[in-house]
C-alpha cells in the first residue's frame, strides 16, 4: 500500500448527498485512497482525480469513466479479494464501503503500461470481423491455439474458483402495480396509484429515490424537484399499500408481467450480519408494470473520443450535483442540444469557466442565453475532431465546420482535462421492448419509444419519449391513476402539481464528427466492445445489411453492455450510410439482463444440500448408526452397502448377498413408490393400465404387474394387491413412483373419465421392510407367532394382515431377490420400531442388513429387469416379458406390440454374459461385439445394461441387450468399453443365470 | 414464467403445472380394431400451429387435477382455462 492522495477534485458546494463527516478508506490497483458515505467508487476515484480505471476489451486502449450510473460501458472492476472476488463490476453501481478493494481488469502487468496495448498499434489488423476470418483455419487449431488466446486476449475480470460464502435470497412478491424508476414521472405514477388503494411496488436502482429531480433545476408546486421528491417519497413510505425499494434494478421482463428485479440489500454496508443476504432476487409478478426509467445520454463519435477524461455531460453534472465531486477543472463542453448547458452552469457555480462547442449554427434555449449572459463565450457550428493525451485527456483538436458540416473548415489544439459531451437522450426502452412491446420511431427525438405492447406494460416520462418535465409528471399521474383504478375501482384521483422547467430548442442531428484532414484517429460508437465508426463501415463495404449482422460481425450492442449508449448511435450510422432513415434500418433485439447479475444471486438458497429437498426413511437415522454409504435414488437417500471395519465396497456387497442367499437379510425398501387405489371400477383400470390380466385376481392375493406407454415401451413394473373389494394398493418402482400417479391421473381424469376410481400416493404413509433369504420364514413366524406363515397358509404373492404391539402390519410374500421373502409394511412412525425389532429377533438367524448395491446383485443373478433394462426403449418381448401380455384384452399400449418393427425376431433383448475368464468384471455401458478385431465402425450388437459379481457362482456376470439374443445363448462375444479401453471376451447364458426356474421364491 | 389459471385452486405460477400436450386428440376406444395409421397418428404425430391451441395441463404441485388451456404458442397468452367436462367461455 502506498500513501493516500489528496480528495482534491470536490465541489465548492455542499448541496449533493455526500457526508463530509464520515470519510471511508478504500483501495484501487494497490494505492489507498478516501471518499465520503455517499460516493460510489467511481465519484470516489474521480474526486481524488483518478479517471484510467481500465483497458478497453479488444485494443486494450486506456479507459476512463464514461457515465455515473447503469449506462457506464467501461469502468469493469474486480472487486474484493479470495472467495469474495467478483468480476466485472460496474464502478459506477459501487457504493463506497470502508476497506473495499477494487482492481483494474483487461489490463497486464499494469493498468499503466499493459502489453496487450500493442493490439492498439496493430489495430489496423483487428478490424471487426477479425476473430471471424483469422481464426477460421486450420480448424485443428480451434480448441488449442486459437481459443485460449482470445480468452486470455479478452481478459475481462477472473471468477474466483473458490465457493461464494456470501448469502443470497429470493423472495417471490405479487403487486397491482410495478413502478420501474423513481424519476418525476416514476414518483408521480406511484403517487397516483398508491393514493387511488393499489399495491404498489417503487424499484429505484440507485442509493437515492428522485432520478433527474436530484440534478435538474426545476420547480414542482412550490417546491424544489429534489424537495417535492423527498415529499413524495415520505408520502408513500406513509402508505401501507406501498413497497419502496431502492438498490433495486428490475432487469428482466418475462412472460405473464413477470418481472424479476435485483436488490442489493448490503453491499453497501461495513458489517452486515451474517444473517443479512447479501443480495436478494424479487420475481415480482405485476398485474400492471409502469416503466419509468427514463432515459440515457448519447455519445458523440470523434477521433479518440475514448480517452480518459472524456465523458457524457450528464454524467459530469450529476458527479457534481451528486455526489460532490469535479470531474476536471479545465473542461470542453461538447453538444448538438441544449440540455449540455447545465452541466456548463455547474461548472460555472464552481468559478470553472468551460470551453463550449456546439454544432449547432446558434440557440435560443433559456439554459444557452443564461450561459451567455454569465460571458461565456459559446462556439456554435463547431467540434471536436481529435484529442491527446495517453492515460488522460489533455489537449482537443478543434474547429469550424463547413456549411453540410462534412468537414472542419479550421483546426486548432487547446488544453483541457476534461470534455463533457451530449448527443441528445435515448428513452431507455429495454423493459419495454423484452416485454414484447413493437418500438416505434420518433422522428422529433430521433430515437425509438414503445409503441404496441404486447403485455401489461405501459412506459411513462422520459421512457416514453417526454423529455419535458411537464409532460413527464402528467403522463405519470394519469397513467398512475387510470392502471391502478382497474385494480380498485376507487376513483381517487391526485391532480397533477404546477411545475417550471427551462425551455430547451431542438438538438441536431449530428453524432459523427468529420475526420481531421489526412488523418484517421478512431472514432468509438460502442465503448464497451470497442466497435469504431470504421468497422460499421467495413460491415457495410463486406455486404453485411441487416441490422442484427451488424451487430454480430462488429459485436456493436453486444455483452453486458446491451448497447445502452451505442445503440442508437450505431443504427444512425448504418442509417446515413445506407441513406435509409432509421426506422428501416430497424433494431436490435434487447435481451434480459437490463445489467450484468451475479450467479450467487439467481441462484438463491439453492446452494449444497438445499439443491434439493432430500428425503429420508424413518429408518434412516439406524442406517446411519450402522455405518451405511448412502446413495442418491431421486431425492431419497438409501443405504448402499454397510461396511464392517476394513471391509471395501465390493467386500460388503458380496457379504451382504451372500447373506441373504444363505441366512436372511433386511433391506428399507420404504422409498418404492405406493398408490391407493378404490372405486368401484378399479379393477377395469388396473386391467386396462397393466399388460397381464386383473379381473380374476382373488381379494388377499398381490399380483407382479408391468404397464406401457401407449408406444408400447415398458413403463413401469411392480406389485398390486387387492385388499378388500374397491380397495388395491399398488407399487411402483422408487424412480418411476411420481411419473406413474400422473399416468394414472391422466386416464382417470382425460381418457376415461366414466370409470369411477381415485388414486392416491401413499409412498410417505407406508414403511416398508423385505424380510429375504431362506430363514426368513423362521424368523417373521417367531415375531408373529399368532400367524401361519406356512407356504400353505401365505403362498407366494400372498399376504396377510396383523398386528403387532398394538401396531397394524400388513405382511406381503413378495421377492425381488429371488429368494423366499417377505416385505412388512407398517404405518411410517412404526417403521423404526419394526426393523429393530426384526433386527433383534433376527440375531438368532444371522440377520444382515443390505443396501442397494447387494440389492441390485440379487436381482441380476436372477434377471429380474430393473431401471437399466427397462429405459423406455424397450417393448416386454425385449426383456423377457412377453408373458406378462395378455392376449385377450386391450390395454395401454397394446396396439403399438403389433406394429412390424416391434415383433421382428432380431430385436435387441434380453441375455445374460458371463467373462471367459471368470474374473473379469464387466463394465456396464460396454458395447458387445462379434469382432473386436476389425476396423471401426464395428457393428455393434447390444450393450451392458446392468453387471455384478455373482455370490451364487463366484465369478462375474451381466445382463445385456443383443440383438436376436435368445439366439446368441452359448455363443462368445466381446464386451468391449472403449472408455476403459479393455475388450473382454464373454459367453452369452440365460438372463436366468441363478434360480432359472423360480423354486426358491415359491419355497 | 407463465401464471396459469388452474380451474379448482385459481392462478398459479406455471412451476407448479406440467405440461400434457394438445387436449383435442382422442385416444381410440378400447378393444376397437385400428389401422397403423390411424395409430401411429394418435401416438406420434401432433399439429404444431403457431397460434392458438388447446392443451393439456396438470397440476402437479397444486390440486393433481388435468385440465384444459387455450393459449397462443407465438405470445403465451392464455385465453381461457377449463375443468376436463367443460367447454372454453368463447
Ligand atoms: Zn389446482
Redesign the pocket.
Given at each position: 500500500m502506498r500513501l493516500s492522495m489528496s480528495n482534491t477534485y470536490r465541489t465548492k458546494n455542499s448541496t449533493g448527498l455526500i457526508n463530509k463527516n464520515k470519510k471511508i478508506n478504500f483501495s484501487f490497483n494497490g494505492h489507498t485512497y478516501h471518499g465520503y458515505e455517499g460516493d460510489t467508487l467511481a465519484s470516489a476515484l474521480i474526486s481524488n482525480g483518478i479517471h484510467l480505471i481500465g483497458r478497453s476489451f479488444k485494443y486494450h486502449r486506456p479507459r476512463g469513466f464514461l457515465g455515473v450510473g447503469v449506462e457506464e460501458p467501461n469502468a469493469m472492476v474486480q472487486l474484493h479479494e479470495g472467495n469474495k472476488s467478483e468480476p466485472n463490476i460496474i464502478a459506477t453501481e459501487v457504493e463506497l464501503v470502508e476497506g473495499l478493494k477494487a482492481k483494474s481488469q483487461n489490463c497486464w502487468p499494469s493498468v499503466q503500461f499493459d502489453i496487450g496495448e500493442v493490439n492498439n498499434l496493430l489495430n489496423r489488423f483487428f478490424p471487426a470481423g477479425f476473430y471471424y476470418k483469422t481464426f477460421m483455419w486450420p480448424k485443428s487449431f480451434w480448441m488449442k491455439i486459437y481459443e485460449p488466446f482470445i480468452r486470455k486476449a479478452a481478459g475481462m475480470g477472473v471468477a474466483p474458483l473458490q465457493p461464494d460464502p456470501d448469502r443470497y435470497e429470493h423472495n417471490y412478491e405479487h403487486c397491482d402495480v410495478l413502478v420501474v424508476g423513481s424519476g418525476p414521472s416514476g414518483l408521480a405514477s406511484a403517487l397516483a396509484a398508491a393514493k387511488n388503494g393499489a399495491r404498489v411496488i417503487l424499484a429505484e436502482d440507485k442509493a437515492n429515490f428522485g432520478g433527474s429531480l436530484l440534478t435538474d433545476e426545476v420547480t414542482i408546486g412550490n417546491m424544489s424537484g429534489k424537495e417535492w421528491a423527498n415529499d413524495t417519497v415520505a408520502q408513500l413510505k406513509s402508505l401501507p399499500n406501498v413497497i419502496l425499494k431502492k438498490r433495486s434494478q428490475v432487469f428482466g421482463y418475462y412472460d405473464h408481467n413477470m418481472t424479476v428485479m435485483i436488490e442489493r440489500v448490503s453491499d453497501h454496508q461495513e458489517n452486515p450480519s451474517k444473517y443479512t443476504p447479501r443480495q436478494r432476487l424479487h420475481y415480482i409478478r405485476a398485474g400492471e408494470v409502469i416503466v419509468s426509467t427514463g432515459s440515457i445520454e448519447r455519445p458523440i463519435s470523434f477521433g479518440n473520443n475514448d480517452r480518459p477524461g472524456i465523458l457524457l455531460a450528464s454524467a459530469a453534472k450529476e458527479y457534481m450535483t451528486v455526489y460532490e465531486t469535479l470531474v476536471g477543472k479545465k473542461p470542453i463542453i461538447f453538444t448538438n442540444n441544449d440540455t449540455a448547458y447545465s452541466t456548463a452552469l455547474e461548472f460555472l457555480k464552481n468559478d470553472i469557466t468551460p470551453v463550449i462547442l456546439d454544432t449547432r449554427n446558434n440557440s435560443n434555449g433559456e439554459l444557452v442565453k443564461e450561459v451567455k449572459q454569465k460571458g461565456v463565450n459559446i462556439r456554435f457550428n463547431s467540434g471536436i475532431a481529435d484529442t491527446k493525451g495517453h492515460l488522460k485527456i489533455k489537449s482537443a483538436v478543434i474547429g469550424e465546420l463547413d456549411k453540410d458540416k462534412e468537414n472542419f473548415t479550421s483546426l486548432e489544439s487547446i488544453d483541457c482535462d476534461c470534455i463533457c459531451m451530449s448527443g441528445g437522450w435515448t428513452p431507455t426502452v429495454h423493459l419495454s421492448s423484452q416485454a414484447g412491446n413493437k418500438l416505434k420511431f420518433n422522428e422529433e427525438i430521433d430515437a425509438f419509444v414503445p409503441d404496441k405492447k404486447r403485455q401489461r406494460e405501459s412506459a411513462v416520462g422520459a421512457a416514453n419519449g417526454s423529455f419535458t418535465l411537464n409532460q413527464s409528471l402528467a403522463e405519470g399521474f394519469q397513467v398512475g391513476f387510470d392502471l391502478s383504478n382497474k385494480f380498485t375501482n376507487n376513483n381517487i384521483e391526485t391532480n397533477t402539481p404546477n411545475s417550471k422547467e427551462p425551455k430547451y430548442e431542438k438538438h441536431e442531428r449530428l453524432w459523427c464528427m468529420p475526420l481531421p484532414q489526412g488523418k484517421k484517429p478512431k472514432r468509438f460508437i460502442d465503448f464497451q466492445n470497442d466497435v469504431a465508426v470504421s468497422d460499421v463501415e467495413l460491415a457495410i463495404r463486406e455486404g453485411f445489411r441487416s441490422i442484427e449482422h451488424v451487430k454480430r460481425y462488429t459485436t456493436l450492442g453486444m455483452a453486458g453492455d446491451q448497447g445502452k449508449t451505442s445503440n442508437l448511435n450505431g443504427l444512425q450510422y448504418v442509417s446515413n450510410i445506407e441513406k435509409k432513415i432509421v426506422p428501416e434500418v430497424g433494431h436490435t433485439t434487447f435481451r434480459p439482463p437490463y445489467t450484468p447479475v451475479t450467479i450467487g444471486a439467481i441462484v438463491g438458497r439453492e446452494v449444497g444440500n438445499h439443491y434439493l429437498p432430500t428425503r429420508k426413511s424413518p429408518i434412516h437415522n439406524w442406517h446411519e448408526e450402522n455405518n451405511a454409504v448412502f446413495v442418491a435414488a431421486g431425492l431419497w437417500q438409501r443405504p448402499r452397502y454397510y461396511p464392517k471395519e476394513s471391509e471395501n465396497m465390493n467386500d460388503a456387497v458380496n457379504r451382504e448377498a451372500a447373506n441373504v442367499r444363505t441366512n436372511v437379510g433386511i433391506c428399507d425398501v420404504t422409498t418404492l413408490g405406493k398408490i391407493d387405489i378404490k372405486g368401484p371400477d378399479a379393477p377395469e383400470f388396473l386391467n386396462r393400465v397393466y399388460t397381464n390380466a386383473w379381473l380374476k385376481l382373488p381379494v388377499g392375493k398381490a399380483r407382479y404387474g408391468v404397464m406401457l406407454r401407449e408406444d408400447g415401451m415398458v413403463f413401469d413394473d411392480g406389485t398390486t394387491s387387492w385388499l378388500s373389494e374397491n380397495h388395491f394398493h399398488m407399487t411402483t418402482t422408487t424412480a418411476q413412483a411420481a411419473n406413474v400417479l400422473s399416468h394414472l391421473e391422466y386416464y382417470l381424469q382425460v381418457v376415461w373419465p366414466e370409470l369411477d376410481v381415485n388414486v392416491l400416493s401413499t409412498t410417505e404413509q407406508w414403511s416398508g421392510i423385505a424380510v429375504a433369504g431362506p430363514k426368513s420364514r423362521e424368523l417373521l413366524s417367531k415375531l408373529f407367532p399368532n400367524i401361519d406363515l406356512s407356504n400353505e397358509g401365505l403362498p407366494f404373492m400372498g399376504l396377510v394382515d396383523t398386528k403387532i404391539d398394538g401396531i397394524f402390519a400388513r405382511i406381503y410374500r413378495i421377492s425381488f431377490s429371488g429368494e423366499l421373502a417377505y416385505e412388512v409394511n407398517v404405518e411410517s412412525n412404526f417403521g423404526l420400531h419394526m426393523w429393530k425389532k426384526i433386527m433383534d429377533v433376527g440375531k438368532a438367524f444371522n440377520i444382515q442388513p443390505y443396501g442397494t448395491e447387494a440389492l441390485s446383485t440379487l436381482r441380476i443373478e436372477m434377471g429380474h429387469v430393473a431401471g437399466a433394462e427397462l429405459d423406455g426403449r424397450a417393448v416386454p418381448f425385449d426383456v423377457g416379458l412377453n408373458g406378462m401380455v395378455s392376449k385377450k384384452k386391450d390395454f395401454i399400449g397394446k396396439r403399438s406390440l403389433s406394429k412390424e418393427a416391434f415383433t421382428s425376431e432380431d430385436r435387441q433383448t434380453i441375455v445374460g454374459l458371463v467373462p471367459l475368464d471368470k474374473r473379469t468384471k464387466i463394465p456396464e455401458g460396454s458395447h458387445i461385439v462379434e469382432n473386436d478385431k476389425v476396423a471401426s465402425p464395428v457393428p455393434k450388437l447390444g450393450h451392458v445394461s446392468s453387471s455384478c459379481w455373482s455370490v451364487e457362482y463366484n465369478n462375474p456376470f451381466s445382463i445385456a441387450i443383443i440383438k436376436d439374443g435368445k439366439n446368441k445363448i452359448g455363443k462368445n462375444l466381446f464386451a468391449v468399453s472403449p472408455l476403459k479401453d479393455i475388450s473382454i471376451p464373454v459367453e452369452v447364458v440365460s438372463s436366468h443365470y441363478v434360480d432359472p426356474d423360480g423354486e426358491r421364491v415359491r419355497s | 414464467m407463465l401464471e396459469i389459471k388452474?380451474p379448482?385452486?385459481g392462478k398459479r405460477s406455471q412451476n407448479e403445472f406440467s405440461y400434457g400436450g394438445d387436449a383435442t386428440v382422442k385416444r381410440p376406444t378400447l378393444g376397437k380394431e385400428i389401422s397403423t395409421e390411424d395409430w401411429d397418428n394418435f401416438v406420434y404425430f401432433r399439429d404444431n400451429p403457431r397460434g392458438k391451441h388447446t392443451e393439456l395441463w396438470h397440476?402437479v404441485s397444486?390440486?393433481r387435477?388435468w385440465f384444459k388451456a387455450s393459449r397462443d404458442t407465438a405470445t403465451h397468452e392464455i385465453f381461457d382455462t377449463c375443468k376436463m367436462n367443460e367447454a372454453f367461455n368463447e
Open positions: - | 388452474c379448482y385452486c397440476h397444486g390440486c387435477q
